[in-house]
T-cell receptor
Framework: GNSVTQMEGPVTLSEEAFLTINCTYT??????LFWYVQYPGEGLQLLLK?????DKGSNKGFEATYRKETTSFHLEKGSVQVSDSAVYFC??????????FGKGTKLSVKP | ETGVTQTPRHLVMGMTNKKSLKCEQH?????MYWYKQSAKKPLELMFV???????ENNSVPSRFSPECPNSSHLFLHLHTLQPEDSALYLC???????????FGQGTRLTVV
């Protein structure tokens, strides 16, 4: 079946540190891949997406590259800020299918 | 602001009460969704509506009853809930079932 696996959190970093949140997926065919972010007390917001292999999604300094050979879509940011503290969800969607989410990874950034 | 508005933001209800959650989008989207987010669990897809017709119901108890009167509005009617139903209920919409979803801010429900 289709599934998404994210690294367990919480992840605690100091401001300006490098961030990687790992995400791997299992799916038949060629799903679209997404990262969503949930700030405290809020709903989910789409952060970035990639729809085919080797695509790189980017937004607000975050990047993720669709790697079909490793079935991965790791989220990276070169220098995190306190305001990036949130829960990050990796998700996939197959054609004609619904979004399938990972369990989420909580990120805390300390000043 | 994602264009998807949920009301109320917070709701406390007793197990014998009847209440409704409301979701509204004016993005011109054709698909709408209800998700349940509980602590330490993955997001659970509850219901999917496409062009105002329910296309998916993921084994949700009958004490949750969705309604989609038009393409802009989605309701979740609640009755005789249990304390374990306490969670954040998220509404989302998408242009079609193949495109990315936009989420509302959620309703934090507490059943006492």
């Amino acid at each position: 079946g289709n599934s998404v696996t994210q690294m367990e959190g919480p992840v605690t970093l100091s401001e300006e540190a490098f961030l990687t949140i790992n995400c791997t997926y299992t799916a038949t065919g060629y799903p679209s891949l997404f990262w969503y972010v949930q700030y405290p007390g809020e709903g989910l917001q789409l952060l970035l997406k990639a729809t085919k292999a080797d695509d790189k999604g980017s937004n607000k300094g975050f990047e993720a590259t669709y790697r079909k050979e490793t079935t991965s879509f790791h989220l990276e940011k070169g220098s995190v800020q306190v305001s990036d503290s949130a829960v990050y969800f990796c998700a996939l969607r197959r054609s004609q299918g619904n979004l399938i989410f990972g369990k989420g990874t909580k990120l805390s950034v300390k000043p | 602001e994602t264009g998807v508005t949920q009301t109320p933001r917070h709701l406390v209800m007793g197990m014998t009460n009847k209440k409704s959650l409301k979701c509204e989008q004016h993005l011109g989207h054709n698909a709408m969704y209800w998700y349940k987010q509980s602590a330490k669990k993955p997001l659970e897809l509850m219901f999917v509506y496409s062009l105002e017709e329910r296309v998916e119901n993921n084994s949700v108890p009958s004490r949750f009853s969705p309604e989609c009167p038009n393409s802009s509005h989605l309701f979740l009617h609640l009755h005789t809930l249990q304390p374990e139903d306490s969670a954040l209920y998220l509404c989302a919409s998408s242009e079609t079932q193949n495109t990315e979803a936009f989420f509302g801010q959620g309703t934090r429900l507490t059943v006492v």
